[in-house]
Every structure is written in structure tokens, then in C-alpha cells.
């Protein structure tokens, strides 16, 4: 109940989550420490996966057919992130395969920055998924607008996907 995970047995890719051994671990020990928020473990052959309440998820161990969603095929033999997933509500790990069950969340709405200055924009872009891009600056005769957000793509009122960015321009 507190989220930690103990391991033990064959540890030649790394799949238990410590380090990696070619000898066996014989007694469980403690890879992945209390409060880690991990509500759910699947095991394949050589890799495991960890659904975390927050719905990302960790992998570990052999990756030889990039199982471990890092991007990459050379094991690893702690916890990292799968690139890309969030909102997963199951896993499970296959052989030389991993699955995860993902629950779509509703689109953010770009909310209008205009009038804003680039750290309050920034500050509300964040507030609902997405991310300042690009930024970039012209120049503001009337000195009306200097550091503040005059135009924004995707416009205000676009549904975008989490993560996005959000290019400004500021006066």
C-alpha cells in the first residue's frame, strides 16, 4: 500500500530494478522506494512495467525490441519513464512486447494571452497542459504593448493537445 516495490530472482537484464547481476537475488529487496505513487506491476520475460497512480508509467530491464517505450533498445536496470504515455489505467508486458491501456483526457483550449506579459503567459499555458514555444519580439513604436503578448498561434479558443506549445509574439 505504500507504492514500493521488492524484487528477487534472475537478474541478467537488469529486471529486477537495482543493479544488474549474473548471480540471483535470493531474498526480495527494495528497488523502488515507499511513496513512489507505482499501484500496479507487470512482468515479460526479461522486463517489467509500472503503472503509477498518476497514470505514467516506468520500465526496466531488457529492451532489446524497445520494450521499455524509451526511445532506445539497450537495457536498463532502473525505472525509467515510457516516452509518450500518459493517462494509462492498465499495463502489461509480453515477451519481448509491452501494452498499456490509455483513457484520453479532453483537449486543453488555448486561453487568450493577449495583454499578458510572457511570464504570465507562460504561467497560464502551463495551468492547462500545454507550453510556451517559440517567443519572439517586435518592435513597439507607440510603446503601448512593450513586454506584453500581442498575437499567439494557435490563436485563443483552438483546441490543442496536451503538451502543446504555443508560439507569442510580444511588443
Known amino acids: 500500500t505504500d507504492g514500493s516495490v521488492w524484487a528477487w530472482g534472475d537478474d541478467s537484464a537488469g529486471q529486477l530494478g537495482d543493479a544488474r547481476s549474473s548471480t540471483p537475488v535470493t531474498r526480495p529487496v527494495n528497488t523502488i522506494g515507499a ?5 500496479q506491476l507487470s512482468a ?6 509500472a503503472l503509477k497512480s498518476n497514470g505514467t508509467v516506468l520500465a ?3 529492451n532489446g525490441y524497445g520494450q521499455l517505450g524509451n526511445g532506445g533498445t539497450a537495457p536498463v536496470t532502473g525505472p525509467v519513464q515510457v516516452t509518450g504515455l ?3 489505467t492498465q499495463v502489461a508486458a509480453g ?4 501494452l ?7 483537449l486543453p483550449i488555448v486561453p487568450d494571452l493577449t495583454g499578458d506579459t510572457t511570464a504570465r503567459a507562460a504561467q497560464a499555458l502551463q495551468g492547462v ?10 518592435v513597439d513604436h507607440s ?3 512593450i513586454g506584453t503578448v500581442i498575437s499567439q498561434n494557435p490563436v485563443a479558443g483552438s483546441r490543442v493537445s496536451l503538451g502543446s506549445a504555443v508560439s507569442i509574439t510580444i511588443g
Open 35 to 39: 511513496g513512489s505513487g507505482i499501484s
Open 44 to 49: 515479460g520475460d526479461f522486463h517489467m512495467l
Open 60 to 62: 526496466w530491464g531488457d
Open 86 to 88: 500518459a493517462n494509462a
Open 95 to 98: 515477451g519481448e512486447f509491452s
Open 100 to 106: 498499456a491501456v490509455h483513457v484520453p483526457v479532453p
Open 129 to 138: 497542459g500545454l507550453v510556451l514555444g517559440t517567443v519572439r519580439s517586435v
Open 143 to 145: 510603446c503601448s504593448n
